[in-house]
Each structure stands twice: as structure tokens, then as C-alpha cells.
């Protein structure tokens, strides 16, 4: 869903030369909505600022999660603010990509968000896990240990590259997750690495 022709065709195309069978447009959040309760997509690409106004997404995407928790929706944006993309991410969104990157990365969101796996470039996560360090994990009164396998995790790291990174063996990485999935309440691995990326801190 976006409202600028050349960015739609250019979406459209290399989802299309990716291999999906079909790409419904929409240019506006109500012709979306709509569109989206009409076709009920696989996936959802949505652009913050759909129709320039303010940020327009964040309100869709919250309709469209109160209809369904679990279709995969991608935010594509013009906006790298760290703020916005942690309020689309808190706001329902599986994945958040902005506008100034290539075909290929697009290609590897789009396929990540479909398994409904959390997306966001490296460089963004980190900027919006600052954000938050001071949040959610200072309330949960976590180690360093364990502030520096949530960073990493918050990067899209494995347990194999955290183990390497911090000098420690696979088996501490796997129960310094345990025991961070205990303390912020995140009820499977997946739960865990969304908080990592998102800090969703209470505000």
C-alpha cells in the first residue's frame, strides 16, 4: 500500500519476478483496508506516510491487526527515524524496511516477514534497542551478560555468533535467553528476538 506510482510498479516488479502469482495495490489506508478484507494477501507491504498524510500506516496497521493478528505485515518507508520504526513495529508491524535499499533487501524482508519472522536491518535495530536499554531491561533488572546477548540478539544475531562474540560457549548463550525469555515475560524464542529489536519498554 503506498500512494507513489514508481514506487509501486518497482515493488510490484520484483515481487512479481521473485515468483508471487499476483500484487494488489492500493493507494490510500481505507482503499487498503478494504483491499486487504477483499483478497486476504499472504502479506502486507504498507508505507507509513500513505496519501502524505503524517503517518496514516501506523493507523492502518493497527486496523488491520485488530482484524488479524497473524497475516505478516512489512512496512516500507521513507522515514530511517529509529522512533518511527519502533512505533510501527509496537503499533503491529512483523518487519520495517526503508526506502533507500535495493531490490535484493527487499527480496530477503519480504521472505523473512513471511515466515513471520521479525525484520530489520542491523543498523536500524541498533539504533532503536538504544532507545530502549534503559527501558524494559533496566526494569527487568538484567545482567550485563545478559544486556549484551539481548543487544545481540536485537542485531539478528545466532546463538552460535553471540557465543563467539561474547567468548562464551553455545550452552551460556542458550540459558542466558532462557532466563531472559523468563524475565521479560516472552513466551518463545521469537517473542524474545522481537523485544530485542523493538524494546517495547512501557512508556
Given at each position: 500500500?503506498?500512494?507513489?506510482?514508481?514506487?509501486?510498479?518497482?515493488?510490484?516488479?520484483?515481487?512479481?519476478?521473485?515468483?508471487?502469482?499476483?500484487?494488489?495495490?492500493?493507494?490510500?489506508?481505507?482503499?487498503?483496508?478494504?483491499l486487504y478484507r477483499r483478497a486476504r494477501p499472504s502479506l502486507v507491504i504498507v508505507?507509513?506516510?500513505?496519501?502524505?498524510?503524517?503517518?496514516?500506516?501506523?493507523?492502518?496497521?493497527?486496523?488491520?491487526?485488530?482484524?488479524?493478528?497473524?497475516?505478516?505485515?512489512?512496512?516500507?518507508?521513507?522515514?530511517?527515524?529509529?522512533?518511527?520504526?519502533?512505533?510501527?513495529?509496537?503499533?503491529?508491524?512483523?518487519?520495517?524496511?526503508?526506502?533507500?535499499?535495493?531490490?535484493?533487501?527487499?527480496?530477503?524482508?519480504?521472505?523473512?516477514?513471511?515466515?513471520?519472522?521479525?525484520?530489520?536491518?542491523?543498523?536500524?535495530?541498533?539504533?532503536?534497542?538504544?532507545?530502549?536499554?534503559?527501558?524494559?531491561?533496566?526494569?527487568?533488572?538484567?545482567?550485563?551478560?545478559?544486556?549484551?546477548?539481548?543487544?545481540?540478539?536485537?542485531?539478528?544475531?545466532?546463538?552460535?555468533?553471540?557465543?563467539?562474540?561474547?567468548?562464551?560457549?553455545?550452552?551460556?548463550?542458550?540459558?542466558?535467553?532462557?532466563?531472559?525469555?523468563?524475565?521479560?515475560?516472552?513466551?518463545?524464542?521469537?517473542?524474545?528476538?522481537?523485544?530485542?529489536?523493538?524494546?517495547?519498554?512501557?512508556?
Open positions: 500500500m503506498d500512494d507513489h506510482p514508481i514506487v509501486l510498479e518497482g515493488c510490484r516488479r520484483v515481487l512479481l519476478d521473485a515468483g508471487f502469482d499476483e500484487v494488489l495495490e492500493a493507494a490510500a489506508p481505507l482503499e487498503g483496508f478494504r508505507d507509513l506516510a500513505i496519501r502524505g498524510s503524517g503517518l496514516a500506516g501506523l493507523s492502518l496497521i493497527r486496523r488491520l491487526r485488530l482484524n488479524d493478528e497473524r497475516t505478516p505485515i512489512l512496512v516500507f518507508s521513507m522515514h530511517s527515524d529509529p522512533v518511527i520504526a519502533r512505533r510501527a513495529l509496537k503499533a503491529g508491524a512483523t518487519g520495517f524496511l526503508a526506502k533507500d535499499t535495493g531490490p535484493k533487501t527487499l527480496l530477503e524482508a519480504v521472505e523473512k516477514v513471511r515466515r513471520n519472522q521479525p525484520y530489520i536491518a542491523h543498523d536500524m535495530a541498533v539504533q532503536v534497542a538504544l532507545l530502549g536499554s534503559r527501558g524494559r531491561a533496566e526494569q527487568a533488572d538484567l545482567t550485563s551478560r545478559e544486556l549484551q546477548t539481548l543487544s545481540l540478539l536485537g542485531e539478528g544475531r545466532s546463538y552460535s555468533q553471540i557465543a563467539d562474540a561474547l567468548g562464551v560457549s553455545y550452552k551460556t548463550v542458550a540459558n542466558t535467553c532462557s532466563n531472559l525469555k523468563e524475565k521479560l515475560n516472552a513466551g518463545s524464542l521469537q517473542d524474545l528476538v522481537r523485544l530485542a529489536v523493538i524494546h517495547q519498554v512501557s512508556q
